[in-house]
Nanobody, 121 residues
Framework: VQLVESGGGLVQAGGSLRLSCAASGTIISVDAMGWYRQAPGKQRELVAAIPSGGSTNYADSVKGRFTISRDNAKSTVYLQMNSLKPEDTAVYYC????????????????WGLGTQVTVSS
């Protein structure tokens, strides 16, 4: 299984970016998907998560500015980021919990390689 992120880049404060992450490979089902970020010198933190069904979850620092969504048919998760701030600068990683075999059930967490988001002041 591979997770491939796209959509990062350089943007001015107040601008917007949309990240995408597509899962590919031998996939039986995709459960929760999410976005994490890691700034230089800091620990990786959860930005937003979306289960296969149910409500989304956001870090307090991005509530009202970021929106996570998913397309189950494409095994893809998106992160729409608006009103970006310099403190949003980080490498953004996609995460997904994926079942790769039904019987026996085999599932695990997968990560993308990350995409850089830089917000200039």
């Amino acid at each position: 299984v591979q997770l491939v992120e796209s959509g990062g880049g350089l943007v001015q404060a107040g601008g917007s970016l949309r990240l995408s992450c597509a899962a590919s490979g031998t996939i039986i089902s995709v459960d929760a998907m999410g976005w994490y970020r890691q700034a230089p010198g800091k620990q990786r933190e959860l930005v937003a998560a979306i289960p296969s069904g149910g409500s989304t979850n956001y870090a307090d620092s991005v509530k009202g500015r970021f929106t996570i969504s998913r397309d189950n048919a494409k095994s893809t998760v998106y992160l729409q980021m608006n009103s970006l701030k310099p403190e949003d600068t980080a490498v953004y990683y996609c995460n997904a919990h994926i079942a790769t075999m039904a019987r026996p059930l085999v599932h695990g967490d997968y990560w993308g390689l990350g995409t850089q988001v830089t917000v200039s002041s």
